[in-house]
């Protein structure tokens, strides 16, 4: 699968090739604050297909948490674009700034449900997760 996306403004471009290895919708609350109060959807991509096409993103990484993640976004109307784990051999791209969302399909689980707010929805059916699912 080869997906191409970037931010609102258009000054951060990614392409990102390979076999999806997750699509959920996230409930943590650390994904609450970057989206603004939703869970958040997301295909995980192969690292070593992962590039920047256009521009440089800023970085955030939290030093409060004890496995914290680096968030990616843009310096110039600050959407959040990727996000890397540091325990996971995978890029974290954010559904909302695909070219095409369409290419997600359907989430294959929802993750970190403990956080889930009374106003989140879960399909039907759906996997769920308190925190991730056992590998």
Known sequence: MRLEGGCYCGALRYEAEGE?????????????????GSPNMFIMMPIDGFKYTKGTPRQFTRSDLERP?????????????VTRPR?????????????????????????????????????????????????
């Open 20 to 36: 999806p290895m997750m699509k959920a919708q996230c409930h943590c609350r650390e994904c609450q604050y970057i989206t603004g």
């Open 69 to 81: 993640v680096t968030r990616e976004f843009c310096a110039e109307c600050g959407t959040h674009v």
């Open 87 to 135: 325990s996971l051999p995978g890029v974290v791209l954010k559904v909302g700034t695909l070219d095409d969302p369409s290419l997600f399909g359907t989430p294959q689980m929802a993750i970190y449900t403990i956080d889930k707010q009374t106003f989140h929805q879960i399909p039907e059916g759906l996997p769920s997760f308190e925190r991730l699912p056992k590998r």
